[in-house]
T-cell receptor, first 112, second 109 residues
Framework: ETGVTQTPRHLVMGMTNKKSLKCEQH?????MYWYKQSAKKPLELMFV???????ENNSVPSRFSPECPNSSHLFLHLHTLQPEDSALYLC???????????FGQGTRLTVV | GEDVEQSLFLSVREGDSSVINCTYT??????LYWYKQEPGAGLQLLTY?????DMKQDQRLTVLLNKKDKHLSLRIADTQTGDSAIYFC?????????FGQGTELSVKP
């Protein structure tokens, strides 16, 4: 285990469903991130939370809604997704937001 | 920001050295990183180099940094089949990690 745990590991959802991805870090870090990894594309930074405040939202559609209730937990709420949203969603955490990041195993999302 | 660029594929024979190259864009990056992603897994921080260094060695891994050319490389000595994975370089832009597309390393026995 890397210290960053994501659940579920796999998720299949219909376009009208609502689901949530969960991330938990046990490293005492103060920043958390959501990345999207699609085939043949660079990792896309979606959201950044620092000290539980959202500091970055990279033009992500509103059908993705992040939540950071405390410094150890990060959620990504999903609703009315599109098939092109199918990807690996990676959570990461870091300290001070500058010295690298530690990643979870990811959630493989398939939208049908 | 602009793209961090890597070649997409590299194939080597077991026991040979692998060299994975990366061109980054932000000369103010404090750290530059190499991450490894095995199939079905997240990214694992492999090594990093501070921007005032030009070389860092860690067992079989050697990182070379050419700040003038904004070129970063990762050399893996005595490459093993377990090294087969996708390798990402990353720079920091405004405190955020920006990744290249990744280089898929294939190690043939």
């Amino acid at each position: 285990e890397t210290g960053v745990t994501q659940t579920p590991r796999h998720l299949v959802m219909g376009m009208t469903n609502k689901k949530s991805l969960k991330c938990e870090q046990h490293l005492g870090h103060n920043a958390m991130y959501w990345y999207k990894q699609s085939a043949k594309k660079p990792l896309e930074l979606m959201f950044v939370y620092s000290l539980e405040e959202r500091v970055e939202n990279n033009s992500v559609p509103s059908r993705f809604s992040p939540e950071c209730p405390n410094s150890s937990h990060l959620f990504l709420h999903l609703h009315t997704l599109q098939p092109e949203d199918s990807a690996l969603y990676l959570c990461a955490s870091s300290q001070d937001g500058t010295v690298g990041a530690f990643f979870g195993q990811g959630t493989r999302l398939t939208v049908v | 920001g602009e793209d961090v660029e890597q070649s997409l594929f590299l194939s080597v024979r077991e026991g040979d050295s692998s060299v994975i190259n990366c061109t980054y864009t932000d000369s103010s990056s404090t750290y530059l990183y190499w991450y490894k992603q095995e199939p079905g897994a997240g990214l694992q921080l492999l090594t990093y180099i501070f921007s005032n260094m030009d070389m860092k060695q860690d067992q079989r891994l050697t990182v070379l940094l050419n700040k003038k050319d904004k070129h970063l490389s990762l050399r893996i000595a005595d490459t093993q089949t377990g090294d087969s994975a996708i390798y990402f370089c990353a720079e920091t832009q405004g405190g955020k990690l920006i990744f290249g597309q990744g280089t898929e390393l294939s190690v043939k026995p």
